[in-house]
């Protein structure tokens, strides 16, 4: 009795793990019946993934007045039934993940195992595909309206389940040999990547201190053509929002802050223009890494210009390297396709030609 469970629980295992993962099977190993039930499970088991993917876009879109209440509950509903599913998708990666392991030739103990499964590349995006869905918490029942909040800032997460319906696309023959490629040149790729990031985080510094300074120059030089004091334009800041009893005092508050109401009045006339300088300024470090980004990807959307002469000199540079820094995966990733393909053509070629030659000699037997 021992036997007979231990040996449905590792074929029940094996099935699961090629099912979850998606292998490749040998048909040759299972009977009509069985096979027809694997298809079946599988099918089944891919097409529930990719429905419950696609259902983190239909949070998007913005229903009219009439159905809104409906259209939250069904949302809810669904987002519900997301939130189970990938708890138990992850799971499940989680334990056939040693199985899967083993028949790439790699044999780790169960710790090693799920240790490696949780930093891997799937158990990272399965994760973050529960935390999108951590918001339908709140719909289960009462929260923390501050835990509510963070929750629903995780929902840009459903990135991830994206990543995931790409991953389900690998039963597709084209797919398959598009993420063979990926992986097989992974590390040229990761390195490609690191220099990128590298290269953004040092223009970015560059840059960021050199518009700084340059719209530092600047607005001084602006205030010293108008005559007007930089500490004239904190208080008029505050002025203009400020409403006073009477003339009196207002004229106290400004003679107390050793301002007139003439300063006030030039700064007035002047504050637009004075405030115009700083556009199209890279002002904060996100937007110098935005800046240096779109500048490295050759695209540039002109919501920033570098002003500084060594912004200048920097976004030049970062254009330049921008041209082979993108032409070297493009070209990896194109060369590699194309060898993966002429490949594949290959072997269906010799896979045809040893068909042919086997009956042929079976013809000549008879």
Request: proline residues 2%; contains cysteine; hydrophobic residues 50%.
């Amino acid at each position: 009795m021992k036997i007979n469970l231990r040996q449905n629980y590792t074929y029940l295992h094996d099935q699961m793990t090629s099912i979850v993962w998606n292998e490749k099977i040998n048909k040759e190993n299972f009977n009509p019946i069985e096979y027809k039930f694997f298809r079946l499970f599988r099918n089944a088991y891919l097409i529930l993934v990719t429905i419950t993917c696609l259902l983190s876009l239909l949070t998007l879109f913005t229903p009219i007045q009439s159905i809104e209440r409906e259209w939250n509950i069904t949302i809810s509903i669904l987002q519900i039934f997301s939130f189970f599913f990938f708890i138990f998708d992850y799971v499940a990666h989680l334990i056939t993940y040693k199985k899967h392991l083993f028949r790439k030739d790699i044999d780790l103990t169960p710790h090693k195992s799920i240790l490696k499964y949780i930093f891997s590349f799937s158990g990272i995006i399965l994760l973050l595909c529960i935390l999108s869905s951590l918001d339908v918490i709140s719909r289960l029942g009462d929260i923390n309206p501050e835990v509510e909040k963070v929750f629903n800032q995780m929902k840009f997460l459903n990135l991830a389940r994206i990543v995931r319906f790409f991953a389900v696309l690998t039963i597709f023959s084209p797919f398959r040999t598009i993420f063979s490629v990926f992986k097989k040149q992974r590390k040229v790729l990761i390195n490609v990547l690191l220099i990128s990031l590298f290269l953004i985080v040092i223009f970015a510094l560059v840059i960021w201190n050199a518009e700084a300074t340059h719209l530092a120059e600047a607005q001084e030089k602006f205030l010293k053509e108008h005559s007007i004091q930089e500490r004239w334009i904190a208080v008029y800041n505050i002025f203009k929002n400020t409403t006073f009893e009477n003339e009196e005092l207002k004229n106290a508050w400004l003679s107390n802050r050793n301002v007139t109401n003439e300063n006030m009045a030039l700064v007035a006339q002047n504050i637009d223009s004075y405030n115009n300088l700083s556009n199209g300024y890279v002002l904060t470090f996100v937007d110098a890494l935005y800046f240096a980004s779109i500048t490295l990807t050759t695209i540039g959307y002109g919501d920033f210009l570098p002003h500084a002469n060594i912004s200048k000199i920097i976004v030049t540079i970062n254009s330049l390297l921008a041209l082979a820094i993108i032409a070297i995966p493009s070209g990896v990733i194109a060369s590699e396709f194309l060898a993966a393909t002429q490949e594949k053509v290959s072997s269906k070629k010799k896979s045809k030609e040893a068909k042919k030659e086997e009956i042929i000699k079976e013809v000549r037997h008879d």
